[in-house]
């Protein structure tokens, strides 16, 4: 069974910056690794995955304005968000899934963190 547990989110104004984190309790042999948001009345959407061999991804809200990195040690997923936007406000979720594939779906994923929430004020 993999925890995850995320922190780092708040409030802050649109322009800022955040970063967030995710403590996992173990990684798999092979994994994909990911961040989703949902904003109230929306569905989940993928902000950034990144693999086994560490090749990253990002939807395409976000592109540009974000940075996914896993720190092996203390088995830590960040997600460094720049020029955030009102339309970031969200609650932010780490997840993990075991295997080699890594398409972004969110039903792929099997451990899911409580999630974190972000608001972004003008």
């Known amino acids: 069974q993999v925890r995850l547990m995320e922190s780092g989110g708040g409030s802050v104004l649109a322009g800022g910056s955040l970063r967030l984190s995710c403590a996992i309790s173990?990684?798999?042999?092979?994994?994909?690794l990911g961040w989703f948001r949902q904003a109230p009345g929306k569905g989940r959407e993928r902000v950034a995955t990144i693999d086994t061999w560490r090749r990253r991804t990002y939807g395409d809200s976000v592109k540009d304005r974000c940075t996914i990195s896993l720190v092996s040690g203390k088995i830590t997923l960040h997600l460094q968000m720049e020029s955030l936007k009102t339309e970031d406000t969200g609650m932010y979720f780490c997840?993990?899934?075991?295997?080699?594939?890594?398409?972004?779906?969110?039903?792929?994923?099997?451990?899911w963190g409580p999630g974190t929430q972000v608001t972004v004020s003008s």
């Open positions: 997840a993990a899934r075991r295997g080699f594939q890594c398409s972004g779906e969110s039903s792929e994923f099997e451990y």
């Open positions: 173990e990684l798999p042999g092979s994994y994909c």
